[in-house]
């Protein structure tokens, strides 16, 4: 069984994806920014305030999906400037400082927008299936 959540961005649309995919106990969660459904940027020229703000859209959409932060086995990390990798991973590991996910941080030469710093994916399994 597979259920799609979609957040209503029109990238959804031009590109044809979904904010999350769950198929049985694995929940995939898309590239995620620091920007509000209504297209507000948050956190501008801040790479640990759009982390944060990334983080916790992505506990967002895993609670819609049925899951937990707590069940994050993977992060994946894009971010423009590979200098930033403190405030970035200070602000991961307010959200993973225990449960530790596997995790990469990528330098990107160019996001969709000039405004965006971090874009971070997620993978999710829930131990018990349901």
């Not at 031009?14 to 995620?32: D, F, H, K, L």
């Not at 894009?78 to 590991?93: L, Y």
Request: proline share 1%.
């Amino acid at each position: 069984m597979r259920k799609k959540l979609f957040s209503g961005s029109k990238w959804e649309d031009i590109v044809g994806y979904s904010r999350a995919v769950r198929v049985g106990n694995i929940i995939e969660v898309s590239g995620t920014v620091a920007v509000t459904n209504s297209g507000e940027i948050v956190g501008e020229g801040d790479a640990y305030l759009q982390t944060r703000f990334i983080l916790m859209r992505i506990q967002n959409a895993l609670e819609q999906m049925g899951a937990s932060i707590e069940d994050v086995v993977r992060t994946r990390m894009f971010v423009k400037d590979i200098k930033q990798w403190e405030s970035i991973g200070k602000a991961h590991a307010e959200f993973f400082e225990e449960i530790k996910p596997c995790t990469s941080m990528l330098e990107v030469s160019a996001m969709i927008e000039e405004a965006y710093l971090v874009e971070i994916e997620a993978t999710a399994i829930l131990s018990n299936g349901d």
